[in-house]
């Protein structure tokens, strides 16, 4: 019991003496060098802001259309007698080639008959301007006739006066005189009437000379022509298969200019719009200030066209909200690269026109605020609107101006005033 004791009296002064050597050894330390007031700016890349012509780059899907499409319409009826060799889907036949013949029979007949009609009916014509010269050259005798009677009765007029004639010679000239009178009169009704029968006449000339032409048409109907250097798309026909009127029976395209119909969202599109700072009116005449292109993508094989912004549809695909702008692509069949076929699916990327703006990189967008070390070297922070991103960099709009620095870095926390140090400046030091 005794020893305990004695061991717990000694542990206090022991305490004792650990602390005071605590105390003196933190009172009796050096002070920690400290940094002045200028060492506690933060360091920061920056870059000094200027404009630069920038275009929004908008991206669209669609898929290729040809430009030109043709129907073969069955104009007449019958059955097929020909039908060109290559005439078969995915074929290319050239231009002028005969790639369909209907029996032409029937219309061949149809035109031998409505010229035999015309000539009929332009021989009546002419028999009418004949029978017209010799009533005017019989008019002219016959009054010559009737002048010669007239003054043979006035001669028997006078010598009966002079008892040298009987009154019965005085009436057979009279007589004479009017039954001559008569001819002259009904030649000149039957020249009357001829000009109302020339226009009957005439009339049906010309109805018979258009049976004529119809029936030509009719049979040139019969032959179907490519009317230019087209791929075949469908073939609806075959040999001795009878045809009907409105009945179609091909279907082919152009290949040397398809088109695309890529869909973009409104915003997209207004974008485009904005950057070329005109009215609506005045939209059409300037889409070629708009440069586009399509890309194909399929495993591999990564294929681009040039394009050309010819359009923009009427409608929005109330599905979608998107707005279609229409591109045409000409192609050449000499290249390398896969043609392009109806009903691909594309990529369609379109460009802006070029103006003056602000343009920062990405990293240097805080939301809708950017950081501005101002000429104190003190944070500004200021708000900006995103007009559109492209390549990594953001088009900004605010107040502004050539020269601010802009800060790149992301400052946690962001203190507006707080002392700021470029980077240039640190290396320096």
Known sequence: MMKLTNNKFLFFPALAIGIIAVV????????????PAGDRARVVDVMALSTQKTAPLVMGFGRVEPKVEWQAIAEVTGAVTFKHPGLEKGSVVAEGAEILRIDPLDYQLKLSQAIADL??????????????????????IENSRLALAENEYQRRVNLNQRGL????????????????????????????????????????VNVNQAK??????????????????????????????????QQSMVSAHRTDVMEVEAQLSIHDLQLLFDSLTLDSDELDNQLDKLHASIELSSGNLVATWPAKVSRISETVDPNQATAGVILEIEQNSSKTIPPLVNGMFVKASIEGQANPSWVIPERALHGDKIYIMNAQQRLAIRSVEVLFRRDKHVVIAGELNSGDKVVLNDLLPAIEGMLLREKSQEVEQ
């Open 165 to 204: 004639a009987s009154q019965s010679d005085v009436d057979t000239q009279q007589q004479n005189m009017l039954s001559q009178k008569k001819l002259v009169q009904e030649i000149k009704n039957q020249l009357s009437l001829l000009p109302d029968e020339r226009q009957v006449s005439q009339a049906l």
């Open 212 to 245: 004529v032409e119809e029936a030509q048409r009719s049979l040139q109907k019969t032959k179907i022509i490519m009317p230019q250097t087209m791929r075949v798309a469908t073939v609806d026909v075959e040999i001795n298969q009878v045809v009907n009127v």
């Open 24 to 35: 003196l050894a933190v009172k009796l330390r050096p002070d920690a060098p400290t940094k």
């Open 119 to 140: 000539k009929s009916s332009e021989t009546q014509l002419t028999r009418l301007d004949l029978e017209e010269s010799n009533l005017k050259e019989t008019l002219k």
